[in-house]
């Protein structure tokens, strides 16, 4: 039998290592080379956000620094000397105090970002406006200033910024100087505060003078020229403490009197009968009978008022004053009738016992007492 023997193929599990153009390549090899592939199909990696330097020092610096930093890069070289000076001087007003004093309890300037953010606002803005010659809008920064320092370890702060809106408003010639009238009353109320009588008064006076004919309102809608006259009625009731505690009651009546006016001149009934006690009361006080009856005078005034505003108790007070002084202005002329007994004055006093009529009152130099 005759059959073709076909010789079996040697077939390989492994390529031959030997065969030429084959490529040797090693594990580590292949994940290099895939490595290399992975990273060429999958993107960028997004880089790092750099920092500025100016960015860290927000940072590093203080608070203060930014901030005087921030002036000095806008321009703002009146501000930031201004405010340098106001961290000066709180460290001295401190310093002056002493430990163990209220500032020397309280935080710095320097410590409270947000006053600092605060002043460095409307400095700059103020700075601005004064640039271009607007006192109007230098002084209204300046009052926002004044008013935003009103705690109790600002006041300071609160009294220069009023100090120097008065400066600004002085500067301003277009309003027939209504801000120069209201920064007057913002230092007459500054150094109220303060206990500078004298000061007090002589910045109300000003504002007087300023508002006397004018129709200037507050945004509440009451006129300035009322204000000014309540303001100096306080003043001049405060003053005459001075010369009550030294028994010179002279020229208290004087300063009570002014005081009485204001009052008056202010239309407000309540302060005016307050007024017209006080110096019915210092007539009083002066211990000459002939000085009973202007005390009576301005006592039936506050009476009137009294009567006027339906209040009890107000009123009841008033009685009791108003007839005190007719008491005491009735003394000398009813002293004078029972010592002589002449046949007049007995009828006089049995007249005026039956009909309690006011004929005893003694009208010498009255006229001066008149309100």
Not at 283 to 298: F, K, M
């Amino acid at each position: 039998m005759s059959a073709e023997f076909t010789p079996r193929q040697k077939v390989t599990f492994l390529p031959d290592i030997n065969k030429p153009g084959q490529e040797r390549t090693s594990p580590w090899s292949r994940m290099q080379k895939k490595g290399k592939e992975t990273e060429t199909a999958q993107p960028a990696r997004s880089q790092t956000p750099t920092v500025s330097k100016d960015e860290i020092a927000l940072f590093r610096n203080s608070v203060r620094q930014n901030a005087c930093v921030e002036m000095l890069r806008g321009g703002f070289h009146r501000s930031f000397s201004e405010l340098f000076s106001l961290l000066q001087r709180w460290k001295e007003i401190r310093l002056a105090a002493g430990p163990g004093s209220a500032i020397w309890q309280h935080k710095s300037l320097e410590e409270q970002p947000a006053k600092l953010h605060t002043l460095r606002q409307y400095l700059t803005k103020a700075e601005t406006a004064l640039r271009a010659g607007a006192w109007s809008a230098v002084y209204d920064q300046q009052v926002f200033l004044a008013q935003y320092f009103r705690e109790p370890e600002d006041r300071w702060l609160s009294c220069h910024f009023y100090q120097t809106s008065l400066n600004s408003a002085r500067r301003v010639k277009i309003d027939g100087g209504r801000k120069e009238a209201e920064a007057l009353a913002n230092m007459g109320q500054v150094y109220m505060e303060q206990g500078q009588l004298d000061s007090a008064r002589e910045q109300y006076e000003c504002f007087y003078h300023l508002t006397a004919g004018r129709a200037w309102r507050s945004e509440g809608g009451r006129s300035l020229h009322c204000q000014a006259c309540e303001g100096l009625w306080r003043v001049y009731t405060q003053l005459a403490d001075r010369p009550l505690q030294a028994n010179d009651y002279r020229a208290a009546i004087d300063t009570l009197s002014k005081a009485f006016q204001m009052a008056k001149e202010a239309g407000d009934h309540r302060i005016e009968g307050e007024a017209a006690y006080r110096v019915g009361l210092a007539y009083q006080c002066v211990g000459d009978q002939g000085q009973y009856e202007r005390g009576c005078t301005y006592f039936e005034r506050g009476y009137e008022i009294a009567r006027d505003l339906e209040e009890v108790p107000l009123l009841q007070r008033a009685q009791v004053f108003v007839g005190s002084a007719r008491a005491y202005s009735m003394i000398r002329k009813y002293s004078r009738s029972i010592e002589t007994a002449s046949h007049s004055d007995l009828l006089l006093l049995t007249g005026w016992k039956e009909s309690r009529q006011n004929v005893f009152t003694d009208t010498t130099g009255s006229a001066e007492g008149k309100i």
